[in-house]
């Protein structure tokens, strides 16, 4: 299944975008956090991407989310409600892997 979620900075200049693509089916399938540009909520080039997961992977629209934190300086995708990767768009730091005790203030509203 093919899962796709994202979210848009109020500013509307920037969005994270999580795509998980299994057309070539689960055992090619691949998930990928983006950083997009946007203008006027339509997504323009990439400015960064983690690779998430190669491979069959057993999830659902409902076990992943997209949020950016209050201050929306970082874009932070959560799977199984636990923060995976992150973006931070003042300074271009890429984290993936984040562990629990992490320092970035990212919550799951899910």
């Given at each position: 299944?093919?899962?796709?979620?994202?979210?848009?900075?109020?500013?509307?200049?920037l969005?994270?975008?999580?795509?998980?693509d299994?057309?070539?089916?689960?055992?090619?399938?691949?998930?990928?956090?983006?950083?997009?540009?946007?203008?006027?909520?339509?997504?323009?080039?990439?400015?960064?991407a983690?690779?998430?997961?190669?491979?069959?992977?057993?999830?659902?629209?409902?076990?992943?989310?997209?949020?950016?934190?209050?201050?929306?300086?970082?874009?932070?995708?959560?799977?199984?409600?636990?923060?995976?990767?992150?973006?931070?768009?003042?300074?271009?730091?890429?984290?993936?892997?984040?562990?629990?005790?992490?320092?970035?203030?990212?919550?799951?509203?899910?």
């Amino acid at each position: 299944m093919d899962i796709f979620d994202s979210a848009i900075r109020r500013k509307g200049d920037l969005a994270g975008v999580f795509e998980h693509d299994d057309t070539e089916g689960p055992a090619n399938a691949t998930a990928y956090f983006y950083l997009y540009e946007a203008h006027d909520e339509v997504v323009g080039r990439i400015i960064g991407a983690i690779h998430i997961r190669s491979g069959a992977w057993a999830i659902t629209e409902a076990d992943i989310a997209v949020q950016w934190d209050n201050d929306e300086r970082r874009v932070g995708l959560f799977v199984f409600g636990t923060l995976s990767a992150a973006f931070d768009a003042a300074t271009g730091a890429i984290r993936h892997g984040l562990p629990a005790r992490n320092s970035l203030v990212l919550r799951s509203n899910r």
